[in-house]
């Protein structure tokens, strides 16, 4: 595979990243109302509900005020609130070994699903404000340089040390084509020493046939 098919490919992988990650970040500004609505009314709910059970029922436009005084507090709590994925501390822990654990478990899904609810419209800006980050960044590659590096790569079927890339492509400014290079999916990142890059098999593969999934 010659350069300027290496080449090609980047061009036109970089050019679909590029859209889809447009399509991200105005898919998610355009869920974000959905998903504030959402926790809104959970709140309003809650608050509702809580009212009725009590002697003086809170009145419906002090929920619906309160319920909104909320919404910066969801963005502040998405700052300071970590991402676990229960499924990932659960494979760690093992099967529950008593009653009490179960029912920690569960309580502990009931929790994640609220705050998911919760946080959903602050996290899809985050999402959407990442992928619009990452469209500028793509915007501004070097992509013949980048290719360069890529066409090294995958004319080796072993580590390319740092040091042989610089020399085999002498005009290559290695500071800021690397980090690029080394965000591709693909890319391996080899720190035994020499250190250096290589390509996974799925991404010569896939190179060679022209894919781009």
């Not at 809580?50 to 709590?77: K, N, Q, Y």
């Not at 610089?166 to 890319?187: K, N, R, S």
């Amino acid at each position: 595979m010659n350069f300027e098919a290496v080449k090609a490919w980047y061009t036109e992988s970089v050019r679909r990243r590029i859209r889809n990650c447009g399509l991200a970040g105005v898919f998610g500004i355009i869920l974000m109302p959905f998903a504030l609505t959402l926790a809104v009314t959970l709140i309003f709910a809650v608050l509702h509900g809580f009212g009725h059970r009590r002697e003086e029922s809170m009145s419906v436009s002090t929920a619906v005020w309160i319920s909104l005084a909320v919404i910066p507090l969801m963005f502040i709590g998405n700052r300071f609130t970590p991402r676990q994925s229960l499924l990932d501390k659960w494979a760690g822990d093992g099967p529950p070994d008593s009653l009490g654990e179960r029912y920690k478990r569960r309580a502990e899904v009931y929790v994640a699903v609220i705050l998911w609810i919760l946080f959903a419209g602050p996290r899809l800006i985050d999402w959407s404000i990442d992928s619009f980050r990452e469209r500028t960044r793509l915007k501004n590659l070097d992509v013949h340089s980048c290719s360069a590096v890529l066409w090294l790569l995958l004319s080796r079927y072993k580590k390319v040390p740092y040091e042989d890339i610089q020399t085999a492509i002498p005009w290559l400014d290695m500071e800021a084509t690397i980090p690029h290079v080394m965000a591709i999916p693909g890319v391996v990142t080899l720190n035994t020493h020499p250190q250096g890059l290589s390509l996974t098999q799925d991404m010569r593969d896939m190179m060679r046939a022209g894919n781009y999934d």
